[in-house]
Structure formats: structure tokens, C-alpha cells
DNA sequence: TATGAATGAGAATTCATTCAT
DNA sequence: GATGAATGAATTCTCATTCAT
């Protein structure tokens, strides 16, 4: 009868707690002053104790640093979701897709995202989801090298990947009077595409 | 005919003092691991007591609001300086004036930017220099309003200066590989000047 | 059949620790120079770190305001131990056995008495043992209504609180050569007495 | 004609600028919260430096001393405008006056009163004015010492200024419902007479 | 004398982390 | 594994007092 392996239950109750704690860690990071954003405050909107945290997380660094991997992972699944990398259109098609991906991506938790932003300094490399939306942004424009004017496009999709996250981050969470409107999608789309494709005067 | 002007030493000595608060406040702040970023580490950095900043600063934060002010006004200052608003050239010139101006300001104290950016979350009516900045680019952009495709003239100024602000930022500050190179700040121009005169495919 | 009964651990050691604590605050407060009354040398006195103390209580006021309730507390019962509220005795015995309560309650730690007045201001409704004692006059002095002259039962009472208090407290705490002396208690007896049953003149 | 002697001035400046400290000092004590009495906020509201209070405190105990001194003397003068000390009258009306004066004297600032009792803890030989008002209160009740039942005058008059001090200070102070009457005052000196003329029972 | 900037010891309070149960 | 009481180093901030001007 012990033949069943209790591996993956007690595994599975691990990766629950593992996620109220960072459920709780993104709550208070989002809807609490800074100064009540400490593990004992975070223990206690997670309904676990101080303990569990050490448990699962050697210090409070890594706490956020998970939060932020997670996060990063669930941007990723998001754009790849609207299809972003799927392809098959035209330039002007494949960005709008890219565009409203990203929009898509910011708005499951635009709060948590500026925090996370704030907190943590990594480069790409050092989170999951930052080196797969790199990729796929490099394989989109990859498709259509020949369209694009600039010779570098490793250049080309690191300014492509900086302007779309400071242009939507920008109209997602700082919401300025000039950029409530539904247009601006669309806009970004426009300055992206005449960036890629500009015929460089004289 | 003693006619040194004995400035009043009372200002003199308080300005001394909180300048030389400050100034300790950003070196802390960009050479030191964030734990040593504390009044007590500033106070003594600074050559002056603790007292000494409780006296000028009701807390730490208004300290760092305070170096954000600094900061930025001399950001503006330098945009100004490098003759961004002069105008009288044709838009691509202007551009280049105006991102030549970016990377001088971003590169006086790059490591104090990104901290700053990091630590003080502010609209740009917050602080003197980012309104002044805004004004100057929109009177650039007004000057030239003419070749600029999108009528909303609000929105393209706030775009340029989100584009500007990212990339110039990350050339600056995040130093990644692809960016290493002369042509940057042409390339950087060339992006602003071909979104700005995009002509909208049908 | 291991009978004893094993207290819930986690009550029995807050409230061993709170009471350590309230111990060390009163030694502190009737035994040290006032500038010695701070949290770190409470703390070291209980044996206890100063986080124990802000476990327990949210400041140092709050830590006063518990010594002061467990102190009227401990008066209350005093005073009910001595049987002042038992009656069944004529109006002199009755106010002997207030008075002699008076004194007892005020002996057990005359310092600790003089110093929590001195910090602590409350309303007797503001603290449980002032209520009490409150009650337990009046109930006495209800009992003798017919022997006392003035008409308002509830003035009289607090009149009589007042004067027992203040002359008790000056007999313990200010110990004027005048007072010592053994037959202070029945002085104040006979003082009390007297007001309760005074033929107003004319 | 630097005959005549400046002394006078000088001292009569001198004088006016302790009498605004300290005025300041009772203005804060009594109208703002106690975190805020400190000679700092006292010099700024006096209208002087801080230097000035050292000037002429050697320390804030002094300071506190020294207004303790200024109002003990004041609540003496009052009550000798009254007329306790005059007599010529029977007893009842002397002890009226005297419980005129002490509201009278009680009346000029309870609020400053009421805190100096909290801060400062002194017997009455250490100020000017309580030695005096026991003086007049030895001498009222020594006129009546034939209508006095207690031999011991000494110990009579120790308890008649306590019961005086705590039953004039609640009423004024504490504002208890019971006390809000016009005929307290009366009812206070009925409780001192019976007490000075009660007939010890049995 | 008067000023008020500067001092700095010291106090209250916090919170990441540990560990006995 | 889980708990949460306990820890204590560290941090912010205060304020009586001094002293150069």
C-alpha cells in the first residue's frame, strides 16, 4: 500500500505555498505603502508564517526575485500568446501584433510591473522571460531584414525593444492626459514601423 | 572702498552647508551599496553631523527629492546650453541638437540619473527641470510643425521625449554591446526624425 | 493520567515575557534617575530584547499605560481584600477599614505610586482599578445615607475620594515630620467623619 | 557724562527678556503637545535665540524652576489680595476666604498649574511661594486655636493645606459633573470646618 | 550681549532573520 | 515542515547645549 509514491503531493503543497507567498509579496508590493512592504506583513496577508518564507526563500531578495521571474515569465506567455511570434503578415501587420501583445502584457498587472521595475535590477539575461521576448522580437523583425533600413539589426531590435517598452509602459502606467485615447496603439505602431523602414536623408 | 562685498554669511554658510549635503548624498548614493545609504553614512561623508541634515531636510526623503530637483535642473540647464531651443535650422539639425543635448545631460552623472530614476518617483510638474524640458521640446517641435505628419502636436512631443528619454537612457546607462559604437546618437536622431515625418501607409 | 496540565505554551510565554517586562519598567521607573527610563535599559533590565518590548506593546506610552492599569488593578484588590466594600459595620468602622485599605493599597509600592501619577493622566474611567474604587466608596458611603448630612450622595463621594486620596497619598509619599506619626489613618478617619456628618451652622 | 549710571537699563532689559522666555516656556507647556516643549520651539516663540535662554538658564530644569517660582509667587500674591491673611473674622469666614483665595490663585492658570504639579517635584521649602502660603494658613487657623479640636496645630494645618490643595485643584482642574456647581466652594469650606471643630467620637 | 548654525550623544522604533518547540 | 516568539543590529530622528561670529 505505501507502493504510491507521496512525492508529488507533498511537492504540490510546497509549489501552493511557494505561490500565496509571492500572491501575497505582489499584494502588499502593489497596494501598501513601501514601508509596510516587510516578510512579516507579507507572512501574514499569506496566511503562513514567517517561517514558510524562510522555508522557501533564503532572504528577501530572493523573494522579489522570484516575483519578478514569475512575472517576467507570465509577460512572455502573454505575447506569445497574441501571437507575436506566430508571423505570416506583413511588416506593418507583425507589428501591431507585437504592439497590442505588449499592451496585453502590461495590463495584467501594470501596478506590479512598475514596482518590480523599481526593485529590481536585472539585465535581460538574468530573468526567463526577458530573453524570450528579445528573441521573438528579433525572429519578427528577422522576417522582414529586407524591409528594414538600418544594416544592423541587432541594433535595430534592442532600439525596437526600448521604445516599445518605454512608449507602452509609458501610456499603461503614467496614463498622461495626451495619451488617453485609443489611438495610441496605433501611433506606436506608426513610429515603429517609420523607424524600421526610414529612408535616411542626404 | 574696502569694497569686498562681504556676502551675507548667514546664506552663505546654510547654502555651503546643504550643498555639501547633497553632494555627499550623491556620491552615497552611486558609489555604495544601498545598505550605506543612510544619514548617518551622508553625515559623516559630508563632513557635517546628523543634526546638520534634520536641519535642512525634515527626512531622507526630501533629501533625495531634493538632490532629484538639483539633478534636473541641471539636466534642463544643459539641455539649454547646448543651444536645444535656439532653433533656426531645419529638423534634422535640431534633432541632432536636441539628442547631442540628452547625452550631455545623461552623461554628467549617468549612475546618479539611474539611481534618482530609481528612488524618486515624480511627474514631470514635480520637478522644476522636467517641465522646462518639456517646454523646450515642444517649442522645437512647434517650430517645425509644418513636416510633422501627426496633427496632434501634444502627443508627438510627449512621444519624442518618452523615446528620447528611453533610448538615450539605455545608450547611456545599460552599455549593452549592440550600442558600443560612434553612430548611436545618429542613429537615435534618424529614429525620431523618420516617426516624426512618417507618412501613414494607407 | 500525566495529569499535569501542560499550559498553552504559546499564552503562558507572552505573558511571562509581558510581565518581565512591566517588572523591569516599574524598577526602572522608581529606582533609576529619570534619564535611565528608556526601552534599551528597560529591555536589558527584563532580560529581554528591545523587539520584545514592541511585540508586546506599540510604544513606550503604551508600556506606561499597562504598568498604570496592572497597578490600579492591584489597588482595587487591595482595597477589596481588606473588605471595605463587605459593610455590616457602623459608618466610623466602615471609613477605618477604607482608609486602612487606602494605606495598603498605596504601601504595596509607594514609589511605583508616586511616579505612575506623575507620567500617567487618566480619567478614572480611563483605567479598570479607578472605576472600581469609585464603586466600592459609593456603595459604602450608600449605606450610611441617613447618617450623612449633605443631600448629593454622588459630590459626597467624590469629595470623599479626593480628600482619602490626596491625605493618604501625602501621608505616605511626602512624609512631612507632622505625619509621622501612628495615629495619621485614624486622624484622616476622623476628618472624613466628621465632613460626612457635618451640621452645617447656620 | 558717563556719570550717570546705566545699571538700571540694562537689568530692566535683562528682566524683560526672562519674563518673555518664560513666558513662551508657559505658553507651550500648556497649549501645545508635550513633544513640542523644548527650547528650541520656547525661544522661537518667545521671539530670541536659543542663545538668549542660556543666557539666562543655566539649563530647561532651571528654566521650568524658575516659572515654577515665578507662578508659586503669583498664587501667593493672590491669595493674599483676598485678604486670607487679614482676619479679624470667626472662623467659617476666614475659611471662606481662604477658599476664595485658593480658587482665586487656581483660577490664574490652571492649565500652567496643573503641568508645573507633573514636571516639577519640589517640597514647599524649595519655592518662594509655597513657604509663604503655609505661613498664612498657620496663622488663620492659630487664631481660631481655641475652636480647633485637634491639639496637634502643626499636623491640622498640613492636612488643611492638602485637603485645600486636592479638593480646589480636582474642582478646577478635573471639571467633574458632580463638581459644576456655584456651591462648591462652600461645600468645601463646610467640609474643612467640621473636620477643624469635629467632636471625636466615643 | 545676541544670534542661530552646528553638534552628537542618545532615544525610539523597525524588521530581516533565527530557532526552540 | 510549520510556527511565531524572540532577537538585536541598524536606522531614523530629536533636542539640549555650545560657540564662532
Redesign the pocket.
Known sequence: MTAIPRKLP?QA??QA?VSVILDATAHILTTHPP?????????RKA??????????F????ALLRALHDRHSTEMADAIELVGAATGGADLHTDLRRLIRAAFAAHEADPALHKMLDQHVTLTRADHPGGERIHQMVGTLLDRHRDEITHGDLARVTWMTMRMTEALVHAAVLDQPPEFASPTVEEDIVVALHSFLTAQVPG
Chains 1, 2, 3, 4 share one sequence.
Request: charged fraction near 20%; aromatic fraction near 12%.
Open positions: 507533498r503543497r510546497s505555498t514601508e509596510e512592504f516587510n516578510t512579516n506583513v507579507i507572512a496566511g503562513v508564517s514567517v517561517g514558510s518564507i524562510y522555508q522557501y533564503p532572504n528577501k531578495e
